[in-house]
């Protein structure tokens, strides 16, 4: 089992940049790649971007790619989404999860999720 709790999320104006975190908990973290996803209103919930194990690899959707960095520090169990030039597209609550599956991109390959941080940008 592991416990995953995302911080970071608030208002900010369009241009604007957010940190968000996400604490582990529980299984060893360092053995799983780790993805954040995030569900707008009346919207499915989306792929943002992924890590792999070890950091080594990322992964991004492309409506975030040169915009968004995701990041993971091991001995901290925790793992990051700087999220730069913030666009009102962004507003969603985004969560945290584990990969235990397959693709980095489905979000059925993802177990053990957070509860979420809400972004709001505003335009």
């Known amino acids: 089992q592991v416990q995953l709790v995302e911080s970071g999320g608030g208002l900010v104006q369009a241009g604007g940049s957010l940190r968000l975190s996400c604490a582990a908990s529980?299984?060893?973290?360092?053995?799983?790649?780790m993805g954040w996803f995030r569900q707008a209103p009346g919207q499915e919930r989306e792929f943002v971007s992924a890590?792999?194990?070890?950091?080594?690899?990322?992964y991004y959707a492309d409506s975030v790619k040169g915009r968004f960095t995701i990041s993971r520090d091991n001995a901290k169990n925790t793992v990051s989404l700087q999220m730069n030039s913030l666009k009102p597209e962004d507003t969603a609550i985004y969560y945290c999860?584990?990969?235990?599956?397959?693709?980095?991109?489905?979000?059925?390959?993802?177990?053990?999720w957070g509860q979420g941080t809400q972004v709001t940008v505003s335009s």
């Open positions: 529980g299984r060893t973290f360092s053995d799983y790649a």
């Open positions: 999860a584990v990969r235990v599956g397959v693709s980095y991109y489905d979000s059925s390959s993802y177990a053990y």
């Open positions: 890590i792999s194990w070890s950091g080594g690899r990322t």
